[in-house]
C-alpha cells in the first residue's frame, strides 16, 4: 500500500509562490504516474499536472502551463509542484495521486485512473 503525503499549502498573495510536496511512504515512485489535483469550494476536483513514470512526459492543464512545474527528487521518494504567478482562481485543496502503470510515456490527468490518493494541502490566494 502506497501511502502519499501533500505538505506546503498556505495563505499567499496574488503573484506569489508555493512548492507543494507529495512524499511517499518511503517507496520509490519511479514505477508509478504521478498527478496533481485540486478542488475548489463548491467544485469537482480537477486535473492541474501530471507525470510519467519516466519523467518525459508531463502535461499541465491550460489554465496553469507556464505558471506551475513539476518535477521529483533525486531520491525519488518526493514530487513537487513549483506554483509561480499564484491567482485567486488557484485556491483549492490540492491533491497527488499515484497510479501503478506500466507505461513509461504518457500521464493521464484523470482522477478515475490513479489508484492512490493523499490527504490533501489547502492553497489560499487571497489579498
Known amino acids: 500500500q502506497l501511502h502519499l503525503v501533500e505538505s506546503g499549502g498556505g495563505l499567499v498573495q496574488p503573484g506569489g509562490s508555493l512548492r507543494l510536496s507529495c512524499a511517499s511512504s518511503?517507496?520509490?515512485?519511479?514505477?508509478?504516474?504521478i498527478g496533481w489535483f485540486r478542488q475548489a469550494p463548491g467544485k469537482g476536483r480537477e486535473g492541474v499536472s501530471c507525470?510519467?513514470?519516466?519523467?518525459?512526459?508531463?502535461n499541465y492543464a491550460d489554465s496553469v502551463q507556464g505558471r506551475f512545474t513539476m518535477s521529483r527528487d533525486s531520491a525519488k521518494s518526493t514530487v513537487y509542484l513549483q506554483m509561480n504567478s499564484l491567482k485567486p482562481e488557484d485556491t483549492g485543496v490540492y491533491y497527488c495521486?499515484?497510479?501503478?502503470?506500466?507505461?513509461?510515456?504518457?500521464?493521464?490527468?484523470?482522477?478515475?485512473?490513479?489508484?492512490?490518493w493523499g490527504q490533501g494541502t489547502q492553497v489560499t490566494v487571497s489579498s
Open positions: 507525470r510519467s513514470t519516466s519523467g518525459d512526459a508531463r
Open positions: 518511503g517507496i520509490t515512485l519511479d514505477k508509478y504516474a
Open positions: 495521486a499515484a497510479r501503478v502503470t506500466t507505461v513509461q510515456g504518457a500521464c493521464a490527468m484523470m482522477t478515475g485512473v490513479y489508484d492512490f
